[in-house]
């Protein structure tokens, strides 16, 4: 299987948005009510939105394997020089081969040509996709963040930072 890193690019805005509505659904399963889950999805992870957010260039990078998507990446340096992780997700059937490893480090790579000396990620608790994929990454839990959605559900979101 080979896997070819690349630029994120509008004509992939459906399959990512496949790959992302899934996996968010995944790590929020019985969590959140399908209300919100709608909702989120439909503000988060259309078609429409990803090329939009390609364009100004929240999603970086896509994994591509046999010309389909397989995974996606994105966020930004920001203004003080973080490298701030937006979105990670690999489509279920390749997960657990080291694509999202591949992933991150272009991103991380990048950011790093950028200036960025430090790294953070957002997680929901409980993610137990996410948050070994990160420890292993050396990312340390840095504060928990409680919250509560627009359908008055209460979270915890885990926020977690590594020197790069």
Same mark, same amino acid.
């Given at each position: 299987?080979?896997?070819?890193?690349?630029?994120?690019?509008?004509?992939?805005?459906? #399959? +990512?948005?496949? +790959?992302?509505?899934?996996?968010?659904?995944?790590?929020?399963?019985?969590?959140?009510?399908?209300?919100?889950?709608?909702?989120?999805?439909?503000?988060?992870?259309?078609?429409?939105?990803?090329?939009?957010?390609?364009?100004?260039?929240?999603?970086?990078?896509?994994?591509?394997?046999?010309?389909?998507?397989?995974?996606? /990446?994105?966020? $930004?340096?920001?203004?003080?020089?973080?490298?701030?992780?937006?979105? !990670?997700?690999?489509?279920?059937?390749?997960?657990?081969?080291? /694509?999202? $490893?591949? !992933? !991150? #480090? +272009?991103?991380?790579?990048?950011?790093?040509? @950028?200036?960025?000396?430090? @790294?953070?990620?957002?997680? @929901?608790?409980?993610?137990?996709?996410?948050?070994?994929?990160?420890?292993?990454?050396?990312?340390?839990?840095? #504060?928990?963040?409680?919250?509560?959605?627009?359908?008055?559900?209460?979270?915890?979101?885990? @926020?977690?930072?590594?020197? +790069?």
């Amino acid at each position: 299987m080979e896997v070819k890193i690349e630029k994120a690019a509008t004509e992939h805005a459906k #399959e +990512i948005a496949a +790959i992302c509505s899934s996996g968010w659904r995944q790590t929020v399963a019985g969590k959140f009510s399908q209300d919100y889950q709608d909702k989120n999805v439909t503000k988060w992870y259309t078609p429409e939105r990803i090329k939009q957010d390609i364009e100004i260039g929240s999603y970086t990078h896509t994994a591509i394997i046999d010309s389909k998507v397989a995974g996606v /990446i994105g966020g $930004k340096v920001m203004d003080s020089g973080v490298s701030r992780l937006f979105v !990670l997700y690999v489509d279920e059937k390749y997960r657990y081969q080291g /694509i999202g $490893k591949q !992933l !991150l #480090e +272009i991103f991380t790579k990048e950011h790093k040509e @950028q200036g960025a000396t430090e @790294q953070w990620v957002s997680v @929901q608790d409980d993610n137990q996709r996410g948050i070994p994929f990160y420890e292993a990454r050396g990312f340390m839990l840095r #504060e928990k963040r409680n919250g509560m959605t627009d359908t008055g559900e209460a979270f915890v979101n885990l @926020q977690y930072s590594r020197s +790069i």
